[in-house]
T-cell receptor, first 115, second 111 residues
Framework: DTEVTQTPKHLVMGMTNKKSLKCEQHMGHRAMYWYKQKAKKPPELMFVYSYEKLSINESVPSRFSPECPNSSLLNLHLHALQPEDSALYLC??????????????FGPGTRLTVL | GENVEQHPSTLSVQEGDSAVIKCTYSDSASNYFPWYKQELGKRPQLIIDIRSNVGEKKDQRIAVTLNKTAKHFSLHITETQPEDSAVYFCACGGATNKLIFGTGTLLAVQP
């Protein structure tokens, strides 16, 4: 299996809702990522998990809460979001070896709309 | 801090022509340089990557060249086809798991 999968594909939520985005990979990768992408902009790194531990948090607001239940799964819990948080949320995974950064494979993304 | 500049922001070519996109980076510790293609509404897909111990890499119609001294690298697409139309992002990575992306180039291949 050489794919990263994400659910749901689309999500519409109100500012008081709580929802979760899910990501899964079965490539044996030990690093997983959350990115946020606005239209016509590059992906913007939010979080990195390495060996199931949070290794990078790019000063993301606490209304975004990541979770890595095991080496294949990555969740992003959403609470009290703002309309400006509407974006495409991309998950990615990579090997995490001694050479440092490795090829990142992206999932199809979740298109989030906050009303 | 780390910075990656990408040019041009838009590029229109005729089918069959070549397209070149250039990126310049600031972090001398960068050693990994991937290129991603993103079609409208789709995920970024890796099309080619290069590490700092290599100056050039080619895969059919796509090639990447790296000049570590000048801190720039380029994507070359030959014999362009309409299905090459997309946004292309360069990126740089180093000792950590972090990739720094360029601002993207919208490539339009006119039939």
């Amino acid at each position: 299996d050489t794919e990263v999968t994400q659910t749901p594909k689309h999500l519409v939520m109100g500012m008081t809702n709580k929802k979760s985005l899910k990501c899964e990979q079965h490539m044996g990768h030990r690093a997983m990522y959350w990115y946020k992408q606005k239209a016509k902009k590059p992906p913007e790194l939010m979080f990195v998990y390495s060996y199931e531990k949070l290794s990078i948090n790019e000063s993301v607001p606490s209304r975004f809460s990541p979770e890595c239940p095991n080496s294949s799964l990555l969740n992003l819990h959403l609470h009290a979001l703002q309309p400006e948080d509407s974006a495409l949320y991309l998950c990615a995974s990579s090997q995490d070896g001694p050479a440092g950064v490795d090829t990142q494979y992206f999932g199809p993304g979740t298109r989030l709309t906050v009303l | 801090g780390e910075n990656v500049e990408q040019h041009p922001s838009t590029l229109s070519v005729q089918e069959g022509d070549s397209a070149v996109i250039k990126c310049t980076y600031s972090d001398s510790a960068s050693n990994y340089f991937p290129w991603y293609k993103q079609e409208l509404g789709k995920r970024p897909q890796l099309i080619i990557d290069i590490r700092s111990n290599v100056g050039e890499k080619k895969d059919q119609r796509i090639a990447v060249t790296l000049n570590k001294t000048a801190k720039h690298f380029s994507l070359h697409i030959t014999e362009t086809q309409p299905e090459d139309s997309a946004v292309y992002f360069c990126a740089c990575g180093g000792a950590t798991n972090k990739l720094i992306f360029g601002t993207g180039t919208l490539l339009a291949v006119q039939p």
